[in-house]
């Protein structure tokens, strides 16, 4: 059974940092794409950066405008953990945050693209 398990959300000051990790387990992840997605309060989810491959073999990661140069997605050494720092948070960053997992290679940036979700983690950032 996948199981995608999410860590290290939590409640920082604006300017801080945290770092999101998702352990996934059940099968190999190491050909699949996998992202990160945030859902704030009255809002839609949204993509935040994902990670894929293009062609089968080239590396590739993908990440939002709003969180570029702020935020970096990452694979564990054995592609089966996922991993989001984020550096300057805002407020706006406030959401529950979602580790996704596709059994497509290619980075997508629409969450029905994604087959399997973690439960999420809470992310406050207090001005």
């Known amino acids: 059974q996948v199981q995608l398990v999410e860590s290290g959300g939590g409640l920082v000051q604006a300017g801080g940092s945290l770092r999101l990790s998702c352990a996934a387990s059940g099968r190999t992840f190491s050909t ?6 945030r859902q704030a309060p009255g809002k839609e989810r949204e993509f935040v950066a994902a990670t894929g491959w ?7 990661a993908d990440i939002t405008d709003s969180v570029k ?4 997605i ?8 996922l991993h989001l720092q984020m550096n300057s948070l805002k407020p706006e960053d406030t959401a529950v945050y979602y580790c996704a997992a596709s059994r497509r290679s290619s980075v997508h940036n629409s969450d029905s693209s ?5 439960q999420g983690t809470q992310v406050t950032v207090s001005s």
Do not use: E, L
């Open 74 to 81: 990452s694979r564990g050494g054995a592609k089966n953990t």
């Open 114 to 118: 994604y087959d399997y979700w973690g």
């Open 32 to 37: 699949y794409a996998m992202g990160w997605f």
């Open 54 to 60: 293009i062609g089968g073999s080239t590396y590739y």
């Open 69 to 72: 140069g702020r935020f970096t």
